[in-house]
């Protein structure tokens, strides 16, 4: 795709290129997500495609303890990207940038739930912010899941409720983290809203930009 045309999520220097590749369709969406072969530049392990191309071949990039070497595979929040003993947790920083923050728990993802179903046999079926579907009783639409990987079992669930920790990933506090104080019911004429402490400062934003992550450390 042309850079002219590329989301503001993805980071790059200024009249550098004029191409970039573009990610497969997949877990998340486009205007949220970067290829792998990004990713491996950002953190300094490839300096050109070719590289990138080289280091997927071996086969030993991992992507939430999965084995991935489809350059253009689609890389978005909280994805943990491992080679050999060094990992890197996705997230974005206050401009709103898919960034790569390198991590020591390559073993653990906090995963948003987006919808909630009931499937045959009478069993609840969510889906979460990355593609991913699990049966559980557990849990709302907006909570958050810590799963464990790369099985995506259930661990522990982050509710969107007032006094949990929580991180803004839309709007102008988007990079930020906070402390969720009020829900903000929704009406016919307006959004669901959330009021949240960021840094010492009541803010309103969207419920939809809201991701709690309680007590999890994305250090």
Same mark, same amino acid.
């Given at each position: 795709m042309k850079r002219v045309s590329a989301p503001k999520s993805i980071r790059m220097e200024r009249k &550098? =290129?004029?191409f970039l590749q573009r990610p497969l369709p997949g877990p998340h969406v486009r205007s949220a997500c970067v290829p792998l072969s990004y990713v491996l530049k950002v953190v300094g392990l490839a300096q050109t495609m070719r590289e990138a191309r080289k280091m997927l071949s071996t086969r030993s990039v991992l992507v939430d303890g999965k084995t991935i070497a489809e350059q253009k595979f689609p890389i978005g929040l909280m994805d943990v990207v491992t080679v050999g003993d060094r990992s890197w947790r996705i997230i974005f920083n206050e401009m709103g940038q898919i960034i790569a923050k390198e991590t020591k728990d390559n073993r653990t993802k906090v995963c948003r739930i987006e919808g909630k179903i009931r499937s045959k046999g009478g069993k609840i079926q969510i889906s979460l912010h990355d593609g991913r579907t699990i049966f559980s009783k557990e849990g709302k639409v907006g909570d958050c899941m810590l799963i464990s990987l790369p099985?995506?079992?259930?661990? =522990?669930?982050? &509710?969107?409720? $007032? =006094?949990?920790?929580c991180m803004i990933i839309? *709007?102008?506090?988007? *990079?930020? =983290?906070?402390? +969720? @104080? @009020? +829900?903000? $019911?929704?009406? &016919?004429?307006?959004i669901p809203?959330?009021?949240?402490d960021i840094g010492g400062v009541s803010s309103t934003t969207l419920k *939809?930009?809201?991701f709690p992550i309680g007590d999890f450390k994305l250090e």
């Open positions: &550098a =290129k004029t099985d995506g079992k259930l661990v =522990k669930i982050y &509710a969107m409720e $007032p =006094k949990m920790n839309g *709007g102008k506090h988007v *990079g930020k =983290k906070g402390v +969720i @104080e @009020e +829900i903000i $019911p929704g009406t &016919a004429t307006r809203q959330v009021k949240c *939809g930009y809201i």
